[in-house]
Every structure is written in C-alpha cells, then in structure tokens.
C-alpha cells in the first residue's frame, strides 16, 4: 500500500473512502426504519405514548388503544427488525473504522464493507415481507461473520492488552 | 481550511474539538436515562429480574410483581425515550465523527453538531414530561435531518463503491 | 508522550492499540449474545415470529406458542442484558476511541479500557447466571464510570461549543 499510515483516516486512502460510503448507506438503512415505524404508527393510529393520541382525545380510550396495540404485528416486527439492527449495525461501524487502522488491502477491505452492506440490506426485506426462514437468518449470520472476520483481524494484527 | 488533511483527527482541527464536546455532551445525556431507569425501579421496587427482589424476598410474590409491573409507565417511558435514543445517537455519533474527515467549513460543522445535541436534549425533555405533540416528534426529526444531512455530504464527497 | 499527534489514530500510537483490542473484545462479548439467543430460541423452540416456525407449520398454533411465549424468561433475560449492552457499549466504544485524541498516558488509558471490558463481561455472567444482587449492579455502574471518566477528561481538554 502506498498509503502514509499517517494518513489511513482521511480520503488519502480509498478503504477509507469506501468505509465512509457504506458505512453512511447502512445508517441511512438504519434511519430508514425510524421513519417506517413513524409512518405505520401514524397512518394506522397505533401509537405508544398517551399524547401522540392528542390532548383532546379521551383519556381512557387512549389507555384501551394502548394497551390493546401492544402485541400489534405491523409495528412490532418493525421494532424486531429495528432492533436487530442495533445489536449488529453499530458493532460494523466501529469495526469496521478500527479495520481501516491495520491498512488492509482495499479489495478485502472493500469485500468486507460491501458483504455487510449488503446482507444487512437483505436482513431488512427478508425481516419486513417477511421472506421463508432461513432468509433472515442468512442475512443476519452473513453479516455477523464480515464483523468478526474484521474483529479477528484486527485483533491478530495489534492485540495489545 | 488552514488544517492539514493528515491532522483533521487531532487536536489541531476545531471542527473535531467542536465534535468532541457535542459527541460527550449527547452521550451523557443517553447514559442520564441509565441511571434514570435505575433510580426509578429502586425508589418504587419496579424490578424486571427476580434476583433484584433479594434473594429473602418470597419467590412467588417476586414473580408476582414482575408480572404486574410489566406494563408500568413510570418505567416503561423512560425506556421508549432511551430506545429512541440507541436508534439516534449512535447513528450520530458514527456520521458526525466520519463528517469531520470531509473537512467542512467549522460554522457548518458546528451548527449540525449544536441543533441535533439541542434536538436531542429537546426530545428528551418532551418524551419525559411528557410535553404534547408534536414536541417529541420535532426532536426526533430534527436530530434526523442533522445525521442525514451530514450523510449526503460525506456521499456527495467521497461515494466510492 | 512521545507519540506525534499526527498519527494518534496509527499503530505507532500504543494507546489507540490497547483501544483497538479492547474494542474488538467488548464487540465479541456483545455479539455472543446474538448468537445466545438465537441458539435459545431455537433449542427451545420459542420465536417470535410465524415464519421462524416454517411454512408448513399451522397459522393458529405458530400464533399460539407466539403469544404464550412472550414472557418466556429464557429469551427474555438474555435480551434484557443485551439491550444494558446496547446501552452501554457503543457509547464506549465512541467515547474510548475520541478518548485515544487527547493523548492520555499509556497506563491511564490501559487501565480505563481494561477495567471497562472486565466490568462488561462481568455484567454479563452476573446477569446471566444470574449472580445475587448488587453483582450486576456493580458490573454496570464501574463500566459505566469509566465511560463518564474518560468523557470528562476530553470535555477538560477541549470543550469548544
């Protein structure tokens, strides 16, 4: 690599350049799901908090509505998949800026950050349809290995305790 | 910009210095909830493990109130407000932190990282109180606009796939 | 320090080393919970969606065994302690890694990101397990010191609004 180490994190070096492009696709994909889940919540008035139902709106039907959307499957399996984006979308980021520090080579890098990308992309559509098992799963593990597989390496190339 | 593109991450930048703060400023207000939560269980004995009951206190009555306390707003609410902050803030802090590698004019920089800490805090406040709609929803969206808009200037910078 | 703040974020930098293998480690340790709940969910047969049951299986009694194992603390108590991760770990891992720019001493910084894996993992087997109370207590409250610690050290050193 011709890149000065000085200057891995800055758009000197092309895995850089490529992290920060998929690392703001995958946020965006993230951000998406706030926005679906607002969405749902208002086009179908299941709401969460008594005032979103507004303060005009009787008491105890908002108590009733409440309590009677909790299980309510259009927004939950967003809040799951939701969630399993922040066990594993997160854990990537940070990851996958730390494995810009050991100068990989840009094809693994690039290999890497684009594998994620797009298994968390297919994680999401296969959770949201929902597509057969073992769609979700496929996407989730795919995904879980490029971040150990970063991890591993990192941790191969500087493990200092 | 005077900053060397080797030193954007150190000291010597501002718009990094000004990162920092708002970075520890809105992750300490995203741990407040933490304690928060903590503080709210103990002083009303709202306990979701059997083990925080004391391991003297009657097996079946831990269960008991468990089981009647699930639903409990005092700390039901706090929780939602801290999930919404697990879905924002690290997405911010990831974004605002690649942002400083595209070198952004200090002034631009700093009002993305002041208006979505304001945001945040806002929205803190409104879900809390609560405050009525669309207090909430404003924060919410505020902070959003702020991590996207530095998203599609970190795409529009370096996009390499 | 005789580390040019240039290359702060390099392999010369022994602080952001010790950084990167705690970071990864902590990362493992969260991630171990993904796989934990998956490998629960499927030993027992407890999802929380129809089509984890697979196609063939009846509508009516994938819904059934859903609804009844909603409280299941099996799955439950392993996602309750990875949602105190999710509420802990990036904000380390974020504050740890802006923590490695304002140059702290070697042993400081070694001794910052050690305590805080420790306490982690510990959180995790005492909640697990689980251990008698205030063992997960303890493992939360020392991770998250050493998170405030570190971000009051940056606010000190560059506080600029």
Known sequence: MAVDTKSLYSLENDVFKVYLTYAVL???????????TSFTRISNKIFANREDYGWTYPEEKAKQK??????????NRILRCHLNDLEN???????GLLYVAINPSPYTATMHYRIFA???YFHCVAYLLPLPQPSRALGFTVGAIVTISMGVQILRAVATF
Chains 1, 2, 3 share one sequence.
């Open 89 to 95: 979308i997160p854990a990537f980021l940070i990851v």
């Open 118 to 120: 797009a298994a968390r």
């Open 26 to 36: 995958v946020v965006f994909k993230m951000m998406f799901l706030s926005f679906y």
């Open 66 to 75: 409440i309590e009677s959307y909790k299980g309510d499957e259009r927004v």
